[in-house]
């Protein structure tokens, strides 16, 4: 008898550790990361070429977050409907590690979008400029360099598919407008001093 009550007791304990564990899990993934600190405009710092004829989409990446897959995807899924969209890939690299350590399977990814411009950020310098904080971290220009979009493109971590952030930048895209749209950033720290490899 006492087994029995032994072996419900565990049982009770281990759904309850279960629970515990997937509503930490459901509470990461839901809540954003640190806001941008965007200037409003293109950074006169930066070394990034716009273009002056289409609408530029400048995305900041760390190449060892996972998050960051659904991210790229999410930008495939804007280029469906905006071929000419100008996108550029700047993917967080500190000078001391590995050369090549940022190409990982996200830099192919990215690399893998028609006419997709990939750039390794030595130590964050880019993202410093533009304010990007998080990976992930999603601005869209027009052609006289004003923002347009700020933001991420998902609802969440490793979230794919439609979504309000990704429906406002494909509102921008299509409509333009005089206002900035913004949205909720979720990923991982571009810079993250603890443990850089992620």
């Known amino acids: 008898m ?34 941008s600190l965007s200037k409003r405009g293109w950074p006169a ?36 409907n905006n071929r000419s969209l100008n996108c550029v890939f700047l993917f967080y690299t500190p000078s001391s590690f590995e050369k090549g350590w940022e190409k990982t399977d996200i830099w192919r990814t990215a690399s893998e979008i028609p006419g997709a411009h990939l750039v390794s ?42 979504c309000r952030n990704l429906e406002a930048a494909m509102k921008v895209l299509t409509d333009g407008g005089a206002s900035t749209a913004f949205g909720a950033v979720y990923g991982c720290p571009i810079v993250d001093t603890r443990n850089t490899q992620l």
């Open 45 to 80: 710092a930066s070394k990034i070429s716009r273009s002056t004829t289409e609408n530029t989409l400048v995305m900041f990446l760390h190449p060892h977050c996972p998050c960051s897959r659904a991210s790229l995807h999410q930008v495939t899924t804007l280029k469906t």
């Open 121 to 162: 950020d030595r130590d964050g310098i880019e993202a410093k400029n533009f304010g990007a904080l998080t990976s992930g971290q999603t601005y869209i220009f027009d052609k006289q360099g004003s923002l347009r979009y700020e933001g991420g493109l998902t609802e969440g971590r490793g979230h794919e598919g439609g």
């Open 2 to 35: 006492a087994r029995k009550h032994w072996v419900a007791l565990s049982a009770v304990s281990w759904l309850f550790v279960l629970t515990i564990a997937l509503c930490a899990q459901f509470r990461y993934d839901s809540i954003p990361s640190l806001a």
